[in-house]
């Protein structure tokens, strides 16, 4: 790879003010690198706070979305194991007791013995919490597609997500 220098686009951006630091006490290194997960570190960051904002009036956070959402998106009976929620989350499965127990509390899900395990429990989406993420989904997407709309074409949000699953595909 070749040494980096910021391409068409915005003017400046922070990130680039890093690659110039680092190009005034190390011009031998290669920065693309930085500038691209810079980026994504930096987009993440601030897309996470945009849609937790758009999440609160539904009562919930991002912790709790991803586990309701998680099971709303399973399908009827909106059912899953404590294990297969964290797997599916890339948590703990202390984390997950954690979140379950908060759930729980709210009334947004119930947890019963695994009728084919008795070791085992399932987690079940309550009505309400159905709603509610049905709702705070759309209002988070439209968070996420206003920040796109705003920069990108479709065709180039489109060519970002194939080129985003590409990477994401050799370093997963």
Do not use: C
């Not at 937790?52 to 919930?60: I, L, R």
């Not at 297969?84 to 899900?109: P, S, W």
């Not at 919490?129 to 489109?158: I, N, Y």
Request: aromatic fraction near 4%; proline fraction near 6%.
């Amino acid at each position: 790879m070749e040494k980096h220098t910021p391409g068409p686009g915005p003017a400046h951006d922070p990130v680039d003010a890093i690659i110039d630091q680092w190009a005034a006490v190390r011009p031998d290194l290669e920065t693309l690198p930085m500038a691209v997960f810079g980026r994504i570190y930096r987009l993440a960051a601030a897309m996470r706070g945009r849609v937790e904002k758009a999440y609160a009036p539904y009562g919930m956070g991002l912790g709790e979305f991803d586990v309701l959402g998680t099971l709303r998106r399973s399908g009827e009976p909106y059912t899953l194991s404590p294990r297969e929620l964290a797997a599916t989350l890339m948590i703990t499965t202390g984390g997950m007791t954690g979140r379950l127990d908060k759930l729980e509390k709210a009334g947004l899900l119930s947890r019963s013995p695994d009728p084919n395990d008795r070791r085992g429990l399932r987690v079940t989406l309550s009505e309400h919490a159905r709603e509610l993420v049905d709702q705070a989904v759309g209002a988070g997407l439209a968070q996420q597609r206003a920040a796109l709309e705003s920069a990108l074409t479709e065709e180039e949000a489109e060519q970002l997500a194939g080129l985003l699953r590409k990477l994401l595909a050799t370093t997963a």
